[in-house]
C-alpha cells in the first residue's frame, strides 16, 4: 500500500499482484507474481519491477508447500533462468489488467515452455 500524494491509497496486493499481464500487442502474456521494491534510506519504498514466474509463487506460500514448490522447480527447471522482470516504467496502467507499453518480455512464461519443449511435443502429434 502506498500513498500517491493525491490522498487516494494504491494498493499494491489488490492493484497488481495476481493480476493479467497484457502486453502492447495485446496477447495475455502472464500474471503478476510478485513486486520488486527500492529502498533509499529517508524515502518511502518505491516499486521498480514487476515478478513473473512461477519461481516467485514458492515464497509467497507459507511453511512445507512453499519450500516443497521451490524445490520442485530447482530441479525441473535449468539453474541459469532467473525470474522475468518487467520494469515499472514499462507499465502503461495496473487496472483493471496491467497493460506494459512494450511487447512481452523474453523469457516470459518459461515453464509453459519446458512442457512444451520435454513434454508436448513427446506426445503423437504434438509438434503440430
Known sequence: MSDRGDGSVFRIGFTVLDRQIVDADGDNVGKVDDVEFEWREGEPPTMTALVSDTAALGPRIAGR????????????????????????????RFAPSTVLSIPAPSGMRPMETWVAEHIICRIPGGRR
Do not use: A, C, K
Open 65 to 92: 508447500l512453499g519450500r516443497s514448490w521451490e524445490v520442485l522447480l530447482g530441479r525441473l527447471r535449468p539453474s541459469d533462468e532467473e525470474p522475468t522482470l518487467i520494469r515499472s516504467e514499462d507499465v502503461e
